[in-house]
């Protein structure tokens, strides 16, 4: 058969084996997903399968067919002719990914001139065009003249996700491809991964997202410590998981609103009105919120709606254009927010790599972080080690850089940095989107706990909306900078009063019954 082939696939490190005998087979037409913990050899995996194994590490294997091809005695020039046409990689972090100098269209453009040199003038601009509008990317043409700091982190992802189709690849290895992605744009893009696959790809899904696993895969594969421990039928595996480690994995990825008692103290963080605009665009449009100590409150909406942007001004990096904002009964801006103010409000960003000096090992982050915070000299080492195994880390972590961590390793590490300085409020754009369901259940109790001990607030921005029932008490949904449905998690999930809001639970795989909480369908 085409498609790909492999067996005993071996990738090995400096301290031991990282993937050990790993077989996939994956037909024309069919979609198989590899699942698993962070650090359990899903992505270096997929990179393998391109002759991308990262610098330090070495892939042997028996049989490695991409296409038909064999592509073991590969070098690096007959990689290239393959690349792009054969198979093609839609990579997890696309800010990195895409070229921050070039324009989208360049980008998209870029494997067709490769690969397809005949395709020129109109007809090029035509196929560019075509892939951005397949990934449900708004405004094409306008996008296509943009740059990716212009973009959202789910426009960006979308754009990359076009890149990969652009020359029509016979294999598609898609690594988180709607990691950042909200639910609605999440759903189009898998029904859109779906799609490539009935049309004869053959598609290698690389995902923590369960639920996203269970809607577009044909099969299942689960890697633990680098090994194969349980593949089958996507819903016969999900279903009746017989290996402990797959059934944390789907235990992990349901859950029932909170349900705890309002409080009725004064609000930590108050909003009234709040409106943003960057040009013509209006970005946050009369939005208003209250938040008291011990609670949390969740955003939630598409790219582009204006999440981000309310974060900002929350944290006192972005003043609003109108409207109010005070911090523990104060007004708040940027102006106040410095000094010993700053570190009482604290985020985590979306994107850790962006976030993190690639040039510091973790300890040195995190030692920074806590001497901020008024840790003694003498002290910071223990209360490093401590912030680590909060977030689910080694203190042999202290000695490594970001490009030596996977995505949800730098994300956790970005959470262990905004806790050292001992918050009031803490705010997270998207801070578990690139964790594993079992990882992520341990992030998400970790943060009611501390929530508890420390009576901290938290603004929780996400597109996952089981993130949502997990981790908040009330929630707000915004569509084009408005607030469009609000109120406690229960009630809202269970009768949303707004189309897009319905949009959104059904998007995600939920459905509201009345007088109950939403619930999987």
């Known amino acids: 058969m085409s498609g790909v082939r492999v067996r005993g696939l071996r990738i090995d490190g400096p301290s031991g084996s990282i993937v050990r005998d790993l077989d996939l087979d994956v037909a024309p037409g069919e979609c198989v997903a590899i699942v698993g913990e962070s650090g359990t050899g899903k992505s270096v995996s997929a990179r393998a399968l391109l002759g991308l194994t990262p610098t330090g590490l070495r892939s042997s294997a028996d049989e490695l067919e991409i296409d038909g091809v064999d592509t073991r005695t590969f070098g690096e020039r007959q990689w290239r002719r393959l690349r792009g046409r054969r198979i093609a990689l839609v990579s997890q972090d696309a800010l990195v990914s895409l070229d921050p100098l070039r324009r989208i269209g360049a980008e998209v453009a870029e494997p067709v001139r490769i690969h397809e040199p005949s395709v020129r003038g109109a007809a090029l601009a035509a196929r560019v065009r075509d892939s951005l509008a397949r990934v449900a990317m708004p405004?094409?043409?306008?996008?296509?003249?943009?740059?990716?700091?212009?973009?959202?982190?789910g426009l960006r992802q979308r754009?990359?996700?076009?890149?990969?189709?652009?020359?029509?690849?016979?294999?598609?290895?898609?690594d988180e491809p709607t990691t950042a992605l909200d639910a609605t744009v999440q759903a189009r893009v898998l029904a859109l991964l779906r799609r490539i696959a009935d049309d004869g790809v053959a598609v290698v899904f690389i995902s923590h997202d369960l639920g996203a696993v269970a809607r577009v895969a044909h099969r299942v594969v689960v890697l633990h410590e680098g090994r194969v421990v349980e593949t089958g039928p996507t819903a016969e595996v999900l279903a009746s998981p017989r290996d402990p480690h797959t059934r944390a994995l789907v235990a992990a990825v349901s859950h029932e609103p909170l349900g705890r008692s309002p409080r009725t103290d004064e609000p930590l963080l108050h909003a009234d009105g709040l409106g943003k605009r960057f040009g013509d665009r209006v970005a946050v449009d009369d939005v208003s919120l209250a938040l008291r100590r011990g609670r949390t409150l969740a955003v939630v909406g598409e790219s582009g709606s204006g999440k981000t942007t309310l974060a900002r001004m929350i944290v006192g990096v972005t003043d609003p254009d109108a409207g109010s904002l005070r911090f523990d009964a104060r007004p708040w801006s940027s102006r106040v927010a410095v000094g010993a103010a700053r570190t009482r409000v604290q985020l985590v960003q979306q994107n850790p790599w962006g976030a993190l000096d690639p040039?510091?090992?973790?300890?040195?982050?995190?030692?920074?972080?806590?001497?901020?915070?008024?840790?003694?000299r003498g002290e910071r080492r223990a209360a490093v080690a401590a912030l680590l195994e909060?977030?689910?880390l080694s203190p042999a972590f202290v000695r490594r850089r970001p490009?030596?961590?996977?995505?949800?390793?730098?994300?956790?590490?970005?959470?262990?940095?905004?806790?050292?300085?001992?918050?009031?409020?803490?705010?997270?754009?998207?801070?578990?989107?690139?964790l594993d369901a079992s990882v992520r259940a341990r992030i998400l109790d970790r943060l009611l706990a501390l929530q508890s001990e420390r009576d901290l607030a938290m603004v929780f921005i996400t597109h996952d909306?089981?993130?949502?029932?997990?981790?908040?008490?009330?929630?707000?949904?915004?569509?084009?900078?408005?607030?469009?449905?609000?109120?406690?998690?229960?009630?809202?999930?269970?009768?949303?009063?707004h189309p897009f809001t319905r949009e959104l639970l059904a998007a995600a795989g939920l459905r509201s019954e009345p007088g109950g909480a939403a619930a999987p369908q």
């Open 159 to 174: 754009a990359l996700i076009a890149s990969a189709l652009a020359a029509h690849p016979a294999v598609l290895v898609a």
């Open 465 to 497: 909306l089981d993130v949502v029932a997990a981790i908040a008490d009330d929630v707000i949904v915004m569509k084009d900078g408005r607030v469009v449905d609000s109120g406690a998690v229960s009630c809202v999930f269970a009768a949303p009063a």
């Open 359 to 376: 040039r510091w090992t973790i300890g040195r982050t995190l030692g920074e972080a806590v001497a901020a915070g008024g840790v003694p």
């Open 139 to 153: 405004e094409p043409d306008v996008r296509a003249r943009q740059y990716p700091h212009e973009l959202s982190g």
């Open 403 to 434: 490009a030596q961590l996977s995505g949800g390793q730098r994300q956790r590490v970005a959470i262990a940095r905004a806790l050292a300085v001992s918050p009031d409020l803490l705010v997270l754009d998207e801070p578990v989107s690139a």
């Open 390 to 392: 909060e977030v689910g």
